[in-house]
């Protein structure tokens, strides 16, 4: 009965590091094939290489091996890791464009952010990634233009337990 092994390295990508090695660890069968996202790639080599789509999530390699009277499949799928969190360095509320301040973020399992005056005085926090900040205060009323320090705390569907905090300012024009 044959056996399917497979071995791919790296064992995630990146956006910016698509390229990936799948290699057959097992005995030699009457034939091998290899699919990458379900397309059949041409030859039967032990390895092959690829470069998965940086906008994509996953790319997933399966190897099939055979005799005449059976086969046997192996499966992995490459998670494609994207940046985690983007945060923009200025905002201008009552303009037409670029009106609220947000960070935009891929996979991220948990968000807390606090945004703070000159004088360490809280103007804003949201638990919710999707809750931008109008550039007002807690009551209501707009804050002056200027420097905010915001402080995110958040963590990934990757490591959903491991949190990780980032600081950093945010300059609001009015």
Not at 68 to 82: N, S
Not at 119 to 130: M, Q, R
Request: negative net charge; proline residues 6%; contains cysteine.
């Amino acid at each position: 009965m044959p056996q399917a092994v497979l071995r791919v390295s790296p064992q995630s990508l990146t956006p910016d590091n698509t390229h990936y090695d799948a290699y057959d660890a097992g005995q030699d069968y009457l034939y091998r094939r290899w699919y990458v996202d379900g397309e059949r790639i041409p030859g039967d080599d032990r390895h092959i290489e690829g470069n998965a789509d940086p906008d994509a999530d996953t790319v997933r390699v399966t190897l099939e091996v055979g005799t005449a009277y059976c086969a046997d499949t192996a499966h992995a799928a490459l998670a494609i890791r994207h940046q985690a969190l983007f945060v923009p360095t200025a905002f201008t509320p009552g303009a037409e464009t670029n009106r609220e301040f947000f960070a935009m973020g891929k996979n991220i399992a948990h968000f807390e952010i606090s945004i703070y005056n000159r004088e360490g005085s809280l103007v804003f926090s949201a638990e919710d990634i999707n809750s931008p900040w109008n550039g007002n205060n807690l009551t209501g009323s707009p804050c002056p233009t200027g420097n905010y320090v915001y402080r995110i705390r958040y963590s990934t569907v990757y490591q959903p337990t491991s949190y990780q905090s980032l600081v950093g300012t945010v300059l609001l024009i009015r």
